[in-house]
């Protein structure tokens, strides 16, 4: 069974970096990773997705341009690089995996995927 590790929060001040990682166990096959956050008192919400092999990615328009997701298929690491941060990109970052193929129109949907980690708390603040 796919076993998901988030890693990598912190505080950062506005307009810093942060790279985000997710490590992978436990499956053997493709798997497809989204990548969510949750504010206090706000729904989870899509941040963007990566195909099984890497090639395909989408993002929210929020991050749009700023965030970056690439993927290590010999390390089983699925990472979320993240600049120019803004106060609002505050939350707990979870990572999610499916195993199958999502789309433009469903890839933001939390209950498409099966397997979720604990998240990683991002504070950005000055």
């Known amino acids: 069974q796919l076993q998901l590790v988030e890693s990598g929060g912190g505080l950062v001040q506005p307009g810093e970096s942060l790279r985000l990682s997710c490590a992978a166990s436990?499956?053997?096959?493709?798997?497809?990773i989204g990548w969510f956050r949750q504010a206090p008192g706000k729904e989870r919400e899509g941040v963007g997705y990566?195909?099984?092999?890497?090639?395909?990615?989408i993002y929210a328009d929020s991050v749009e341009g700023r965030f970056t997701i690439f993927r290590d298929n010999v390390q089983n690491i699925v990472y979320l690089q993240m600049d120019s941060l803004k106060p609002e990109d505050t939350g707990r970052y979870y990572c999610a995996g499916v195993r199958r193929a999502l789309h433009s129109e469903n890839w933001f949907r939390t209950y498409e995927y099966d397997t979720w980690g604990q998240g990683t708390l991002v504070t950005v603040s000055s």
């Open positions: 990566i195909s099984a092999a890497g090639g395909w990615t």
């Open positions: 436990g499956f053997t096959g493709n798997y497809w």
